[in-house]
């Protein structure tokens, strides 16, 4: 906890944001943090409260609340109010070994089981967390942790996501010997290529592979395994080998005129972006310039899509969302802790309509046709308005007849999800895959294998927090397996 009666006395208040109208002139980050007094101020506000919902990562009405790593927020809280930085740097780092990432772009879903947000505003955990690790790296305190003895033991890692890089850094600290392959030209995967650098700079993960392999961890980038290494020369070389390779097959849009010029993936989009911004290219090899852009999906890609194409100039931009506008508050069915299913407007849409005028959002439609020129590039979609019908027991979106509507389109941005892991990568290593496209373990590992699998490979797509998660859990059944038994955290 903080001060006891900090929650009563102190307001929330976050860290600031440049005005939208500025900050679209550049891809930096815009989020200043607050001075360390105004700071200690918001560690005060979380109370003592008995039992920390902040830290619980359960499942509440279908869907996750609180912290899936557990950290432990009360203690670093106290500790930050006690002007103790050192010791909160301990403490959060304890539990996560890059709060500097999901103190960028975690959804916080500590906030939402914040026990001060049931009657008020939670605490500014998400703020609080991002100031200890970046006051520790400021001030020296975070170095290199080169592990005194080595175990002998070799580990492969396919992958440096979140997933790879949690498991490579608990891997290697506890003594083995850890190479990690990179298909890209840098490590950090959807971390360094799929979020743009306004919301996650670049320099920051490199700072952090760079601490790794002082610490080192190898890593092998433009290798990409099962095409430019086979998998079982991994296998035989190493004794255990982690996928960690991403759920990075995008849902496609099957609809006519899907093969149209100018239609894109939205992976492939914020990759493209990624390049030119930290100088991989000299241009933008998909651009939204001059262009009328239209993205499909409502998500946190979606919001991504729509900041970077207004930073690249774009004409007009809009966003198609399947499902219906949320409530602006919680509904009685979504209590707190639960996460709160509400509205939330992201940056790109903050800054959407500060340059157009609107939000960009246009709830309960969908794509039907995409409309193509004489050269076969989109000129138009045929969009069709949804509407909610239970059939078999089961809600679904349907059309509704006679609602077809055509919007001018020159760039369209697919940023519906995805839907597992690539096909090859499976078949490289001959592994079973589920119904939705994961990869199939028991407790990470695939049975009678040195093989195991973690992060969004295993778990389907899902958050940065969760592939650390995952990728610590996994490290702990590697150890097992690789010494008899484990004493990692």
Same mark, same amino acid.
């Given at each position: 906890?903080?001060?006891?009666?900090?929650?009563?006395?102190?307001?929330?208040?976050?860290?600031?944001?440049?005005?939208?109208?500025?900050?679209?002139?550049?891809?930096?980050?815009?989020?200043?943090?607050?001075?360390?007094?105004?700071?200690?101020?918001?560690?005060?506000?979380?109370?003592?409260?008995?039992?920390?919902? *902040?830290?619980?990562?359960?499942?509440?009405?279908?869907?996750?609340?609180?912290?899936?790593?557990?950290?432990?927020?009360?203690?670093?809280?106290?500790?930050?109010?006690?002007?103790?930085?050192?010791?909160?740097?301990?403490?959060?780092?304890?539990?996560?070994?890059?709060?500097?990432?999901?103190?960028?772009? *975690?959804?916080?879903?500590?906030?939402?089981? *914040?026990?001060?947000?049931?009657?008020?505003?939670?605490?500014?955990?998400?703020?609080?967390?991002?100031?200890?690790?970046?006051?520790?790296?400021?001030?020296?305190?975070?170095?290199?942790?080169?592990?005194?003895?080595?175990?002998?033991?070799?580990?492969?890692?396919?992958?440096?996501?979140?997933?790879?890089?949690?498991?490579?850094?608990?891997?290697?600290?506890?003594?083995?010997?850890?190479?990690?392959?990179?298909?890209?030209?840098?490590?950090?995967?959807?971390?360094?290529?799929?979020?743009?650098?306004?919301?996650?700079?670049?320099?920051?993960?490199?700072?952090?592979?760079?601490?790794?392999?002082?610490?080192?961890?190898?890593?092998?980038?433009?290798?990409?395994?099962?095409?430019?290494?086979?998998?079982?020369?991994?296998?035989?070389?190493?004794?255990?080998?982690?996928?960690?390779?991403?759920?990075?097959?995008?849902?496609?849009?099957?609809?006519?005129?899907?093969?149209?010029?100018?239609?894109?993936?939205?992976? =492939?989009?914020?990759?493209?972006?990624?390049?030119?911004?930290?100088?991989?290219?000299?241009?933008?090899?998909?651009?939204?310039?001059?262009?009328?852009?239209?993205?499909?999906?409502?998500?946190?890609?979606?919001?991504?899509?729509?900041?970077?194409?207004?930073?690249?100039?774009?004409?007009?931009?809009?966003?198609?969302?399947?499902?219906?506008?949320?409530?602006?508050?919680?509904?009685?069915?979504?209590?707190?802790?639960?996460?709160?299913?509400?509205?939330?407007?992201?940056?790109?849409?903050?800054?959407?309509?500060?340059?157009?005028?609107?939000?960009?959002?246009?709830?309960?439609?969908?794509?039907?046709?995409?409309?193509?020129?004489?050269?076969?590039?989109?000129?138009?979609?045929?969009?069709?308005?949804?509407?909610?019908?239970?059939?078999?027991?089961?809600?679904?979106?349907?059309?509704?007849?006679?609602?077809?509507?055509?919007?001018?389109?020159?760039?369209?941005?697919?940023?519906?999800?995805?839907?597992?892991?690539?096909?090859?990568?499976?078949?490289?290593?001959?592994?079973?895959?589920?119904?939705?496209?994961?990869?199939?373990?028991?407790?990470?590992?695939?049975? =009678?294998?040195?093989?195991?699998?973690?992060?969004?490979?295993?778990?389907?797509?899902?958050?940065?927090?969760?592939?650390?998660?995952?990728?610590?859990?996994?490290?702990?059944?590697?150890?097992?397996?690789?010494?008899?038994?484990?004493?990692?955290?």
């Amino acid at each position: 906890m903080g001060k006891p009666t900090g929650f009563l006395e102190y307001t929330r208040k976050v860290n600031p944001s440049a005005d939208p109208l500025e900050r679209i002139g550049n891809f930096e980050e815009f989020h200043p943090g607050l001075e360390p007094g105004e700071r200690r101020i918001q560690a005060a506000r979380c109370m003592n409260c008995g039992v920390p919902f *902040c830290q619980s990562g359960v499942n509440f009405g279908g869907g996750y609340s609180g912290c899936p790593l557990h950290n432990l927020i009360p203690e670093w809280n106290d500790e930050i109010y006690n002007g103790n930085w050192r010791e909160a740097l301990s403490r959060l780092t304890k539990t996560n070994n890059f709060p500097e990432f999901t103190g960028r772009v *975690c959804p916080a879903l500590c906030e939402a089981a *914040c026990t001060c947000g049931m009657n008020g505003d939670s605490v500014t955990v998400n703020n609080n967390e991002l100031a200890v690790i970046e006051t520790g790296f400021q001030n020296g305190w975070v170095v290199p942790r080169i592990p005194p003895v080595r175990s002998g033991k070799r580990v492969a890692v396919v992958g440096s996501g979140p997933s790879g890089l949690a498991v490579a850094d608990q891997l290697n600290h506890r003594g083995h010997q850890v190479t990690v392959f990179e298909r890209e030209s840098r490590p950090g995967g959807l971390m360094m290529f799929g979020i743009p650098n306004m919301k996650l700079d670049k320099k920051v993960v490199a700072r952090r592979v760079a601490l790794m392999e002082e610490e080192g961890v190898e890593f092998r980038v433009n290798t990409n395994v099962g095409v430019d290494v086979p998998a079982q020369a991994l296998t035989e070389e190493f004794d255990a080998v982690v996928l960690c390779c991403g759920s990075k097959t995008p849902r496609n849009l099957a609809v006519p005129g899907r093969e149209a010029a100018g239609v894109h993936f939205a992976v =492939d989009y914020l990759t493209a972006a990624t390049k030119k911004v930290i100088g991989e290219s000299e241009a933008f090899a998909i651009t939204a310039e001059n262009k009328r852009v239209i993205i499909v999906g409502g998500g946190d890609t979606g919001n991504d899509c729509v900041g970077t194409a207004i930073r690249q100039g774009c004409a007009s931009v809009t966003q198609l969302e399947m499902m219906g506008k949320p409530p602006v508050t919680r509904a009685a069915s979504n209590p707190w802790p639960q996460w709160p299913r509400v509205l939330k407007t992201d940056y790109g849409q903050q800054e959407a309509i500060a340059k157009f005028g609107h939000d960009p959002r246009i709830y309960q439609t969908t794509v039907k046709e995409i409309l193509t020129d004489e050269e076969g590039g989109i000129r138009a979609v045929r969009t069709v308005r949804l509407e909610p019908k239970t059939e078999n027991g089961r809600m679904q979106m349907v059309e509704i007849p006679g609602s077809e509507e055509e919007l001018p389109c020159e760039l369209l941005l697919i940023a519906a999800g995805f839907v597992g892991c690539e096909s090859y990568v499976a078949e490289a290593f001959g592994l079973e895959r589920d119904n939705r496209g994961n990869l199939v373990t028991e407790n990470y590992r695939v049975p =009678d294998t040195n093989l195991f699998a973690a992060g969004d490979c295993r778990r389907g797509q899902s958050l940065v927090v969760w592939g650390i998660t995952e990728g610590r859990a996994c490290a702990r059944e590697v150890d097992s397996f690789l010494m008899g038994y484990t004493n990692m955290l």
